[in-house]
Structure formats: structure tokens, C-alpha cells
């Protein structure tokens, strides 16, 4: 039903989905308290009321809430699905991590330093590795985080939807320059992709700018 939601959508409806059901149960949870501590005051209540089991009740209060984590990780479920579904048409570009810099190689034998240059309106399939030491790829705006192994390769995907410049950092505590251990996505117009790969730099066009 929501399958033409990008898995970034999906990301966002989950977070907003847990978020909402935690605003409401605390809401809940502070009134019940509120409400009881009142109630149940010494000079209203003074002596303590025994209260037997209910078995009503004690289904309710375990059916409900089963139900309510069940949907939560029925809806994470899914957008992990699709975050984890690379389309066949990906284009392919390797990431390889080593301390403290993201190295980018592309199916033309072209290879780039803290900046994964992307055509726009394609899938991109990253393979990940590092060379040294365990790291972290993230890529917030996609809502991907990799980890990056040495001597293994992880997949992560999304899907380049918009032209623009993206943070990518690494989330592995991975040595002295680990804080300092970012690039950039940068997603560009298919044609100014093909002649960066060309060896032209994608700086000329912006300088219009000013
Ligand atoms: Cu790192």
C-alpha cells in the first residue's frame, strides 16, 4: 500500500510512527500518575485499598501494548526491506574508508577523494570496505549508515533524487582524526557527471553563482 514511498519516506513515517505512540503513552502515563497521587492521597484514602486481579483488565493491558510494539517493528520491517532491496539498475561506485579520509572509485576507473560526485535521478549502489580499521559510512540525508569492515564489503543504496550537496560522516570511533573524517555527496546533472568523469571539475559551473 505504501510501496511508492522512498525508503527515506519510510524512514521518517517510522520514526514519526514511534515518536507519536511515545508522546501519547507518556501524555497517558503523567495523567494516570497525576490522577492516582490525587485519588489515592492519605487524607482522601487513608486506608491502603486491596485490590484483587482482574483478568479483563490483565488481557487488555498485555494485548494492547503487544500489539502497539508489534506495529513498530512492523513498520521499521519494511522500510528496512526496502533499504536493503538495491534495484538491479544501480550504478555501482565503491567506497573504500582509510584513517581518516573516503575514497570513491567509479565503474570509469575514476577515483575521487571526500566526494562521491552522483548523477542525478539514478540508484546508486555503494560498496563499502576499509582498508585499516573498522569505520562508519552515514549518509543522513538518505538515511543510510554502513559499516565499514576490513577485508569484507557491506552494500548500502539510495536513490539520487535531487541536485545538491550532501554530508557524509564517519560514525566509528576510528582514531585521533576520526572527528574530522567527512565528505561530500555531491549529486549533479547527468551531463556534468559524464565530463567530471572526464577529468573536467564540477567547481566551473558554480562559480556562476556569484
Ligand atoms: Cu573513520
Not at 513515517?13 to 511515545?22: A, D, E, K, R
Not at 572509485?105 to 576499509?130: C, H, M
Request: with cysteine; proline share 3%; hydrophobic share 40%.
Amino acid at each position: 500500500m505504501y510501496k511508492h514511498y522512498t525508503p527515506v519516506e519510510q524512514v521518517d513515517m517510522t520514526f514519526y510512527y514511534i515518536l507519536g505512540i511515545s508522546i501519547v503513552v507518556l501524555i497517558g502515563i503523567t495523567i494516570a500518575m497525576i490522577y492516582f497521587v490525587i485519588r489515592y492521597h492519605y487524607k482522601r484514602n487513608p486506608v491502603a485499598t486491596q485490590i484483587r486481579g482482574h483478568v479483563g483488565l490483565e488481557i487488555l493491558w498485555t494485548v494492547i501494548p503487544s500489539l502497539i510494539a508489534l506495529s513498530m517493528f512492523y513498520f521499521g520491517w519494511i522500510s528496512y526491506l526496502d533499504l536493503r532491496k538495491i534495484p538491479k539498475d544501480a550504478l555501482e561506485i565503491q567506497v573504500s574508508a582509510e584513517m581518516f579520509n573516503w575514497f570513491f572509485g567509479y565503474q570509469e576507473g575514476k577515483e575521487s577523494q571526500n566526494e562521491l560526485v552522483v548523477p542525478v535521478g539514478r540508484a546508486i549502489k555503494l560498496n563499502i570496505t576499509s582498508e585499516d580499521v573498522l569505520h562508519g559510512f552515514f549518509l543522513p540525508a538518505y538515511r543510510i549508515k554502513m559499516d565499514a569492515v576490513p577485508k569484507m564489503t557491506t552494500n548500502a543504496w539510495f536513490y539520487a533524487d535531487k541536485e545538491g550537496e550532501y554530508d557524509i560522516f564517519c560514525t566509528v570511533y576510528c582514531g585521533v582524526g576520526h572527528s574530522g573524517m567527512h565528505a561530500k555527496l555531491k549529486i549533479v546533472s547527468k551531463e556534468d557527471y559524464e565530463r567530471w568523469l572526464k577529468g573536467e571539475s564540477l567547481g566551473e559551473k558554480s562559480s556562476n553563482n556569484h
